[in-house]
Structures are given as structure tokens and as C-alpha cells.
């Protein structure tokens, strides 16, 4: 069984994924809706991605991370995160994955290294301290942007240049609550903030000049 609440479209628009009970993960056409292959997580899967147009990640309980081959629908590598008792979102940019948890620790890896059963992340962010459920990068692939929804304000943006968290924004005043969706626009020009009293707040961020 799956739910369209947990589903994933991949880049080229031409896939779905939806995630399932007990590690079922099910890819449809998103042109017909028609059922192409059900993949077998090895646990219960709380978040996926398409990493490419051929790759899907999927990642669950027990901090397993699994990558498949669309071309031959067969696992081609697997890590645990790093001191993660269970994956909650994941997100990717050109060259990195963001890993979120459960325990608020973010782990950003390069994107090569997760194809080694022994990968590493390049950083741990802990600057959250409640279950991630946001892990978003921006078009660039020089900001990522994570919140948790459990405590109010919980958003924070990563640097990826530098790795470390944006030190001035968001502030102890900027009017977040809690915070149960992110998104950049296109050309990173603004980041949209839904929350959890049904609110869309927009942030322009003046260092992109264009929407």
C-alpha cells in the first residue's frame, strides 16, 4: 500500500515514486499513471529522492540509505548515516546530499562518496535539536535550507561553501513559527516558508538578483 501524500517526482518529470508500508517503494509514469516496478527497501522508508533520472534514493529506519539503478532495477550501494537511528528527509544538489535525522543532525556528504559503503559526511550540522523534515538546496547548490516542525523557529540556512550555518538569518524575530515546508524559487531570488497554521510566508534574499 502507498499514499500520495509520500511521493516524489523526478527531475524530468517523467517518473513517480511513491513510498509504501514495510519498505515498498512503487515507480509510476507520470504520463499514464501506469505502474513500472516496485523496489524492496530493506526497512520502513520515511523519505526518497531521485537523484538522477536513472538513480533513486531511498532512505528509512536504522539510518539505511539505499541507491538503485532505474536501468536494471537493482540496489548498486548502500550506507548507514552517520550516527542516525532513523533517516527523516533527504535532499540533493549537483554535488551534495543532505541527510536529516531524526535526533535534528543534518549530515552533508559529497555526492561521489555515497556510492562507498564506508561514505563519510563532509559536516555534520547541529544547530536543530528535533526531527528534521526538510532538507532543500537551492538552485546553485550553494544553500541549503533544513527545518524541523516540532519546536517553533527550527529553520536554519547551511553555506555550502563554507559549510556553517547563515549567522543572520533567520533571527530570533523573524515571525516562523513552525515550519513544515520549504522551497527556493528558481533563480533563488526568494525562499517560500509554509508553517503549520496554514501560513506562506515569502523571504526575498537580496544576494540573487532575479526571481
Not at 138 to 154: C, D, M, Q, R
Not at 198 to 207: E, I, N, V
Request: charged share 15%; hydrophobic share 35%; aromatic share 10%.
Amino acid at each position: 500500500m502507498f499514499t500520495t501524500k509520500t511521493f516524489v517526482l523526478s527531475g524530468n518529470g517523467e517518473y513517480l515514486g511513491f513510498q509504501g508500508q514495510e519498505g515498498l517503494f512503487s515507480v509510476f509514469s507520470a504520463k499514464d499513471k501506469q505502474l513500472i516496478k516496485c523496489i524492496n527497501h530493506r526497512t520502513q522508508i520515511n523519505c526518497s529522492s531521485f537523484l538522477t533520472d536513472n538513480i533513486i534514493l531511498t532512505a528509512g529506519h536504522g539510518g539505511f540509505c539505499s541507491l538503485w539503478d532505474m536501468r536494471t532495477w537493482k540496489l548498486i550501494s548502500e550506507f548507514q548515516d552517520d550516527g542516525a537511528l532513523h533517516v527523516t528527509s533527504v535532499g540533493h544538489s549537483s554535488r551534495h546530499i543532505a541527510v536529516g535525522s531524526d535526533s535534528g543532525v543534518v549530515n552533508l556528504y559529497n555526492k561521489d562518496d555515497i556510492y562507498k559503503s564506508s561514505c563519510k559526511p563532509l559536516r555534520a550540522v547541529m544547530n536543530l535539536t528535533t526531527q528534521i523534515d526538510s532538507t532543500v538546496f537551492n538552485s546553485t547548490g550553494e544553500l541549503l535550507a533544513i527545518s524541523s516542525k516540532e519546536l517553533k523557529h527550527s529553520m536554519r540556512l547551511i553555506n555550502l561553501h563554507s559549510l556553517k550555518c547563515v549567522p543572520n538569518w533567520p533571527t530570533a524575530n523573524t515571525p516562523l513559527a513552525h515550519v513544515s515546508s520549504l522551497h527556493f524559487s528558481p533563480n533563488s531570488g526568494y525562499i517560500g516558508v509554509g508553517t503549520t497554521k496554514g501560513k506562506a510566508l515569502l523571504y526575498r534574499l537580496t544576494h540573487y538578483p532575479s526571481y
